[in-house]
């Protein structure tokens, strides 16, 4: 398997250097303030070993869309602030990502000193990997780290073109990552069983047939199972489901199952409720028993328990999509059992995905999972097998 080189790699001196960090503080923002700071939290450790290890650091990341051109609220500041506060320190924003003045600026880095750039899309040239912006971007420093796993699936000047500019290394983060969402892929332990949920099953069919590959059982639930259960010709009420095209990709990924021998698993019973709200009437019922006009939001409790079963026997299990629309406090149990009995599995347990992520970390378990990925896009690309360009364009081992 080869990895990218990480910073811990004896090749680098830091001591010294120059070092542009991209990293991914793409915090959620309300009215200015940072309302989730996990992202920013999890880049703390590279930059913390960096500056340690006697590097000047420019760290650098994006926010939000701002479609090319600066727009006030979606300002690094907010970010700015909560890293200093996260790492004890003043971290002073500059007013763009790049420049002369950013250029004299990282010219001037000393050892231990921290400052951070400008939104990068407030250029166009980011998103486009523009090869002249990425010269600017690289401009003064002498060292480049990548630590934006999340922002890896795409290639950006930021994420690519400046890799292939300095000598490049991955951060702590984005190393963790790719070790074991590679792992996943190269050498999972078995019994290997994956649960599926969330809302569309078009959305995430090349993830699908990639685990129907490698894995020894999947678990079906979220509004994606209404999809397959009518491929298979029950009646599905007023259940979200996809049409005739969702359906015949359902159908055909059960085939597949078939053909490779993967046990692909349907919820036996679903959470039905007669409105989409925390006041609807609430039943439960066999999912050949929904009637017309209710609408499943969450797997029932003899599918949780079979699923509980199938997850505490696994080896290692692979978690995308939560089970139910668990947002609403009456439809979570589905969600939360099947979080619970990872966190309680002796095996190797990763979430991935961004609602998967969020239950996960609303439940309070994210420390009782083996990992739970901070990329939602990037970890599911990884798991089709798909290369990054983030990670690719980084050197790597043998
Ligand atoms: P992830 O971000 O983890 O990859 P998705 O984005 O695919 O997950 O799906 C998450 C969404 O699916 C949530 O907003 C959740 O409310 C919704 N969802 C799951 N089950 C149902 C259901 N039975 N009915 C409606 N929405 C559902
Ligand atoms: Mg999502």
């Known amino acids: 398997m080869t990895r990218p080189l990480g910073i811990d790699d004896p090749g680098v001196d830091w001591s010294g250097a120059r070092v542009l960090v991209r990293a991914d503080l793409n915090a959620p923002l309300d009215d200015g303030r940072v309302t989730d700071d996990a992202r920013i939290r999890a880049s703390v450790p590279t930059l913390e070993r960096l500056l340690a290890a006697g590097a000047g ?3 650098c990341s994006h926010l939000g869309r701002p479609k090319g051109k600066p727009v006030e609220e979606l300002s690094l500041r907010p970010c700015a602030e909560k890293l200093g506060e996260l790492m004890g320190r003043t971290v002073e924003l500059l007013p763009d990502c790049v420049g002369d003045d950013v250029r004299a600026r990282a010219e001037a880095l000393r050892p231990g000193e921290l400052v951070m750039l400008e939104n990068l899309r407030f250029h166009p040239e980011e998103e486009a990997n523009d090869p002249a912006f990425a010269d600017r971007l690289a401009a003064g420093f002498t060292h480049y780290v990548n630590d934006a796993f999340g922002a890896a699936h795409r290639a950006h000047a930021s994420t690519e073109g ?4 300095l000598p490049a290394r991955a951060g702590l983060l984005l190393s963790r990552e790719v070790e074991v969402l590679e792992g996943l892929l190269t050498s999972p332990r078995h019994p290997f069983v994956a649960v599926l949920g969330g809302s569309k099953v078009s959305d995430k069919l090349p993830l699908i047939n990639s685990l129907l590959e490698r ?3 999947v678990l079906i639930g979220g509004a994606m199972c209404f999809t397959f259960l009518a491929a298979q ?3 599905v009420g007023a259940s979200l489901h996809e049409g005739p095209d969702g359906q015949a990709q359902a159908t055909e990924l059960m085939e597949t199952a078939v053909r490779l021998n993967c046990a692909l698993q349907l919820p036996v019973d679903v959470l039905v409720a007669d409105r989409f709200a925390a006041d609807a009437a609430l039943e439960v019922v066999p999912t050949d028993d929904i009637a017309d006009g209710w609408m499943g939001v969450d797997i029932g409790p003899r599918t949780s328990s079979s699923y509980r079963e199938a997850i505490m026997g696994a080896q290692t299990v692979f978690w995308n999509g ?3 629309a668990f947002e609403i406090e009456p439809f979570v ?6 979080a619970e009995a990872m966190a309680a599995c002796f095996g190797s347990t990763v979430a991935g995905g ?9 439940f309070g378990l994210v420390d009782d999972f083996t990992h739970v990925s901070t990329g939602g896009g990037a970890a599911l690309e990884m798991l089709e097998g798909r290369t990054l360009p983030g990670v690719a364009a980084l050197p790597s081992t043998s």
């Not at 400046?162 to 500019?165: I, L, T």
């Not at 149990?333 to 099947?338: E, F, M, S």
Request: overall charge neutral; some cysteine.
């Open 233 to 235: 010709g029950e009646s």
């Open 215 to 217: 894995c020894d059982r």
């Open 322 to 324: 939560p089970m139910g």
């Open 162 to 165: 400046v890799a292939r500019r």
């Open 333 to 338: 149990d589905g969600t939360r059992a099947v």
């Open 57 to 59: 650091v420019a760290v």
């Open 354 to 362: 961004g609602d998967s992520g969020a239950a996960v970390a609303q």
